[in-house]
C-alpha cells in the first residue's frame, strides 16, 4: 500500500513542482550577481602619487572631485563610462575626493551608488597641499597620466573661457592608448 501512495500521480507532480522551484531560484539567483565591491582608502598626497607611479605602462584618468560639488557629480558617471569602455585596453581609472574625512560615510554611499570598481581615494590632507601640487582651487579637476607616468593634460574649471567636458578627456585617452607601452 505504501507503495501505491509512492506512484500516485499527485506525488510526482509535487517532486516536480518542487524541483521546478529549486532550478528556478538557482537560476535568479545566478543571474543576479552580487553587485560589485566599491572601496574607498584614505591616503596622504604621496601615497596617491605613488598609486598613480605604479600604474606605469597603463594610461591613467584621476578625477579630483568633491561630495559637496554638484558639477563633479554630474560628471562623475562619464568617469565610470570610460572605464568600462576602455579599461580592457590598458585604462585606468582613480577617484580622489577632496572632501574632509569625516564625509566618508558619504563619499562612500555616493560611489557605491555610482558602481564606481576602480581605485577611489579620499585624500587626507589640508586643502592648500593639493590646491598648490595641483595648481588648482578646487574641484572639479581631471588629470591624465601617459604610459610613462607622466602628466599629459590637466582638465579643470580654472579658465571659464576653456571650459572641457569627458568628451575631451576621452578623445586624449583614445590617442594615449594607441601609443604603445
Given at each position: 500500500?505504501?507503495?501505491?501512495?509512492?506512484?500516485?500521480?499527485?506525488?510526482?507532480?509535487?517532486?516536480?513542482?518542487?524541483?521546478?522551484?529549486?532550478?528556478?531560484?538557482?537560476?535568479?539567483?545566478?543571474?543576479?550577481?552580487?553587485?560589485?565591491?566599491?572601496?574607498?582608502?584614505?591616503?596622504?598626497?604621496?601615497?596617491?602619487?605613488?598609486?598613480?607611479?605604479?600604474?606605469?605602462?597603463?594610461?591613467?584618468?584621476?578625477?579630483?572631485?568633491?561630495?559637496?560639488?554638484?558639477?563633479?557629480?554630474k560628471e562623475f558617471p562619464s568617469l565610470v563610462a570610460l572605464h568600462r569602455r576602455y579599461g580592457?585596453?590598458?585604462?585606468?581609472?582613480?577617484?580622489?575626493?577632496?572632501?574632509?574625512?569625516?564625509?566618508?560615510?558619504?563619499?562612500?554611499?555616493?560611489?557605491?551608488?555610482?558602481?564606481?570598481?576602480?581605485?577611489?581615494?579620499?585624500?587626507?590632507?589640508?586643502?592648500?597641499?593639493?590646491?598648490?601640487?595641483?595648481?588648482?582651487?578646487?574641484?572639479?579637476?581631471?588629470?591624465?597620466?601617459?604610459?610613462?607616468?607622466?602628466?599629459?593634460?590637466?582638465?579643470?574649471?580654472?579658465?571659464?573661457?576653456?571650459?572641457?567636458?569627458?568628451?575631451?578627456?576621452?578623445?586624449?585617452?583614445?590617442?594615449?592608448?594607441?601609443?604603445?607601452?
Open positions: 500500500m505504501k507503495n501505491r501512495a509512492l506512484r500516485s500521480p499527485a506525488v510526482f507532480w509535487l517532486i516536480g513542482l518542487a524541483g521546478w522551484f529549486v532550478l528556478s531560484v538557482g537560476l535568479i539567483c545566478a543571474a543576479d550577481p552580487a553587485p560589485p565591491t566599491v572601496e574607498l582608502k584614505t591616503v596622504a598626497y604621496d601615497a596617491l602619487a605613488d598609486a598613480i607611479k605604479a600604474q606605469r605602462g597603463k594610461v591613467v584618468v584621476m578625477d579630483a572631485w568633491g561630495d559637496f560639488c554638484l558639477p563633479c557629480k580592457k585596453d590598458g585604462l585606468v581609472c582613480m577617484s580622489v575626493s577632496l572632501d574632509a574625512t569625516e564625509k566618508r560615510p558619504d563619499v562612500l554611499k555616493f560611489l557605491t551608488k555610482s558602481e564606481a570598481t576602480f581605485a577611489n581615494f579620499l585624500l587626507d590632507e589640508k586643502p592648500e597641499v593639493w590646491q598648490q601640487k595641483w595648481k588648482i582651487v578646487g574641484p572639479p579637476a581631471v588629470f591624465v597620466f601617459d604610459r610613462q607616468g607622466r602628466r599629459a593634460a590637466k582638465f579643470d574649471a580654472e579658465n571659464p573661457d576653456r571650459p572641457y567636458t569627458y568628451d575631451d578627456v576621452e578623445k586624449l585617452v583614445k590617442d594615449l592608448l594607441r601609443e604603445q607601452p
